[in-house]
């Protein structure tokens, strides 16, 4: 590979998140707050592995134009999350129940550099570096039944420009998948669109500006004129562009990030702040866009059995939590499971997507005796007292994977020690 096409691959990493985020901020009109007022399925597709455990609320920024009013609300009743997040998919603030020093109140998001506007003295600022930011509030939501009450407190958060005449109105609709959306751009598109998002959303680091201006990018202006490159230079770029998509396709995370037990891997950083890890970062954009920081909840991802097969609807699977092995949450975890390759939720008979702590609350799925749990994983109904325990694999998709979220963990869950729990075949 050529020096220009390895330049040309990294530079690909570093813009891929930035890129995805503005594919889903497509269709967004940027003056309020969007509440999503069921749980996902299978037909929601612009966020790949949504959780199934609270009712989200997305809002986005443009701060080189407006300043933004927020009001977060005393809220005790159930755990909240409202993460900002940047342009580039790095958390930069994440408030709510873990942080009740500086939860409820009114605040005001601004560009860095910008003056305070008279009679904002007082609220809480937070000043951020890119004008593209995005908002995703999570709010638990214990069952169907919780709509009601959880929809009442997403209607309590304001989230508003000071001056809504300035925002300009999205120019484009709403991709169904943003990240199938960016993967399909051609290396001019993605360059160029990485170019113009990089004019209100700086390139931080300076070796990938170095990167750029191989192949003509102007740091001043943020103009990229792909039509007056060498073929050379084109194709350097789309070298980079295939070799980035393989590897993000391929999803192979650094081990330095996780901790590996049997077919799990408990995820123990590289997410939601990334540092100058590029790659990782574009990884998450791929793979779960919108990851919070593991300190509000903490992920594990099964991908095969304990064995090391490959989860497969031709096969039936038992998954054992021991009577003490439960995840480690100071407030509730979840089991969810996503076909693979799409990431998407498996439709199924009984709108089934996730297990979670509420279910057995509720008695929606039974404990042994010894107050063990056995989930039964399988793309047909088991038979008997077992069904209500069902988790259904998909029926259009051969493989599958599971993601156990475990929110507002403890240090044992963050440092990848807590053992999860057994999968075998039946």
């Known amino acids: 590979m050529s020096d220009l096409a390895k330049a040309a691959t990294e530079l690909y990493e570093y813009g891929f998140a930035l890129v995805v985020t503005e594919a889903t901020h497509y269709g967004s009109d940027d003056k309020g707050i969007t509440h999503f007022r069921e749980f996902p399925t299978e037909k929601n597709k612009k966020v790949v592995r949504l959780n199934m455990d609270t009712l989200y609320s997305l809002a986005w920024t443009q701060l080189a134009r407006t300043p933004y009013v927020v009001h977060i609300p ?46 904002y003295e007082n609220h809480r600022i937070i000043r951020l570096k890119n004008s593209l930011n995005a908002v995703l509030l999570r709010i638990e939501t214990r069952g169907k039944a919780d709509y009601g009450f959880v929809n009442s407190l997403q ?53 990938y500006v170095k990167y750029f201006e191989l192949f003509g990018y102007d740091r001043e202006n943020g103009s990229f004129a792909f039509e007056n490159l060498s073929e050379e230079q084109k194709e350097a770029l789309e070298q980079g562009r295939i070799n980035a998509l393989d590897i993000l396709r391929k999803g192979i995370r650094s081990d330095k990030y996780g901790v590996r037990k049997r077919g799990w891997l408990s995820i123990t950083g590289g997410i939601g702040n990334y540092g100058d890890d590029y790659r990782q970062r574009a990884l998450t954009a791929y793979g779960g866009w919108g990851a919070n920081l593991i300190e509000d909840s903490a992920y594990v991802a099964g991908f095969g059995d304990d064995d090391g097969e490959r989860f497969s609807n031709r096969h039936s699977y038992r998954l054992h939590f021991a009577p003490d092995g439960y995840p480690h949450a100071a407030v509730f975890w979840s089991i969810t499971l996503y076909g693979e390759p799409s990431m998407y939720p498996a439709a199924n008979s009984i709108d089934r997507f996730a297990i979670n702590s509420f279910d057995l609350e509720n ?10 749990l056995d989930i039964y994983i399988s793309k047909d109904a088991p038979e008997g007292e077992t069904a209500r325990n069902w988790l259904p694999a998909p029926q259009n998709e051969e493989h599958f994977s599971l993601t156990i979220r475990i929110y507002y963990p403890d240090e044992i869950t963050i440092r990848g020690q807590w053992d999860p729990p057994s999968i075998t075949k039946i």
């Open 155 to 207: 209607d309590r958060f304001v989230f508003k420009p000071l001056y809504e005449d300035r925002i300009k109105s999205s120019e484009h609709e709403a991709p169904e998948s943003p990240v199938a959306f960016t993967a399909g751009l051609s290396a001019e598109e993605f360059f160029k669109l990485f170019a113009k998002l990089s004019k209100e959303n700086p390139i931080a680091d300076e070796r």
């Open 363 to 372: 008695g929606n799925v039974s404990k042994n005796e010894d107050g063990s």
């Open 74 to 119: 005393k809220i005790t009743e159930r755990y909240y999350l409202f993460p900002i997040m940047d342009a580039y998919t790095n958390v930069v603030e994440s408030i709510g129940t873990r942080t009740p020093e500086r939860a409820e109140g009114d605040y005001l998001l601004i560009l860095e550099g910008e003056d305070i506007p008279k009679g």
